[in-house]
């Protein structure tokens, strides 16, 4: 069974680095993309972006300035990056599984805890 | 991008209750439409996937219709433990999208 373990820092200052990483055990690793989404406090779930294995990244259009999405198979991990990290910034990240390499599209399952992310100056 | 519209942004029901949530796509998606829920404090869980299909281990009073634009989960018989949220998102293509939730209480 497929299991998602993340981790990072969760208090930033405006204008610093927002660093994820999130570890996949159990499963295919190379067979799917793999997924960023945030929930900001009592607000929906956005997904940011998305890689797999090869490197082939997708981005939300309304984060892609600030985002970088990287990926190293040798550990079958995948990490989020968001710059000049502001207020609004401030929300739980999650990592998701989402649909197979060359399936059909799927949504999101299963999916990490989640990390508490708030930026203060 | 697919913008994903939910009614009605919360709702209190008894224990028993039929409940129904309504999820509206402002594009045809088929039926590319997912339903999670979301206890507090807790991570989403995927409940329908393909608009009506039932994740493993979901309860059956849990359901789910709907295709093109216009989707509607039901709980047949709410029990206390579906106290959470249920969010929509369309998976038809990127940047997925996700509606911004559905609160349900009980009365």
């Known amino acids: 069974q497929v299991q998602l373990q993340q981790w990072g820092a969760g208090l930033l200052k405006p204008s610093e680095t927002l660093s994820l990483t999130c570890a996949v055990y159990?499963?295919?690793?190379?067979?799917?993309?793999w997924s960023w989404i945030r929930q900001s406090p009592g607000k929906g779930l956005e997904w940011i972006g998305e890689i797999n294995h090869t490197g082939s990244t997708k981005y939300n259009p309304s984060l892609r300035s600030r985002v970088t999405i990287s990926v190293d198979t040798s550990k079958d991990q995948f990490s989020l990056n968001v710059r000049s990290v502001i207020a609004a910034d401030t929300a739980i990240y999650y990592c998701a599984r989402g649909r197979e390499l060359f399936g059909e599209v799927a949504p999101f399952h299963p999916w990490g805890q989640g990390t508490l992310v708030t930026v203060s100056s | 991008d697919t913008l994903m519209t939910q009614s009605p942004s919360s709702l209190s029901a008894s224990v028993g209750d039929r409940v129904t949530i309504t999820c509206r796509a402002s594009?045809?998606?088929?039926?590319?439409l997912a339903w999670y829920q979301q206890k507090p404090g807790k991570v989403p869980n995927l409940l329908i996937y393909?608009?009506?299909t039932l994740q493993s281990g979901v309860p059956s009073r849990f359901s789910g219709s709907g295709s093109g634009t216009e989707f509607i989960l039901t709980i047949s018989s709410l029990q206390p433990e579906d106290v959470a949220t249920y969010s929509c998102?369309?998976?038809?293509?990127?940047?997925?999208?996700f509606g911004q939730g559905t609160k349900v209480e009980i009365k």
């Open positions: 998102q369309s998976y038809i293509s990127a940047p997925w999208t």
């Open positions: 393909a608009a009506s």
């Open positions: 159990g499963g295919s690793f190379s067979g799917y993309y």
């Open positions: 594009q045809a998606i088929s039926s590319y």
